[in-house]
């Protein structure tokens, strides 16, 4: 089965890390060719775009909130691709999404991804 699967959520306290996994497994995708993005989902609201990353390891882009704070990266060769998360706040606290091949080319947008994995917790605590 082709999926996606998130991993290093967690509950933490404001100013510490976390770092969330994503890994691709099954089915003859081409993981190294697709740009990957992390999407997050707060309470109560719209998944909204963190970063994504493309091929080969850059271009990466970030969201204003995220933008110094968060590191997007990726591993072709092991099928996964990574977001560290420093520096985290309460307003962070959500569902993590990883997506996989943006079909639109509109990469910061959430429509057009192909492929979703399942969402991993992360909750800061003030």
């Known amino acids: 089965q082709e999926q996606l699967v998130e991993s290093g959520g967690g509950l933490v306290q404001a100013g510490e890390s976390l770092r969330l996994a994503c890994v691709w497994s099954?089915?003859?995708?081409?993981?190294?060719?697709?740009?990957v993005a992390w999407f997050h989902q707060a309470p109560g609201k719209d998944r909204e775009f963190v970063a994504y990353?493309?091929?080969?390891?850059?271009?990466?882009h970030y969201a204003d909130s995220v933008q110094g704070r968060f590191t997007i990266s990726r591993d072709n060769a092991r099928k996964s691709g990574y977001l560290q998360m420093d520096n985290l706040k309460p307003e962070d606290t959500g569902v993590y999404f990883c997506?996989?091949?943006?079909?639109?080319?509109?990469?910061?947008?959430?429509?057009?991804?192909?492929?979703w994995g399942q969402g991993t917790q992360v909750t800061v605590s003030s």
């Open positions: 990353i493309q091929p080969k390891g850059a271009p990466t």
């Open positions: 099954g089915g003859t995708f081409a993981f190294s060719t697709a740009t």
């Open positions: 997506a996989a091949r943006n079909k639109y080319g509109r990469y910061e947008s959430r429509e057009g991804y192909e492929f």
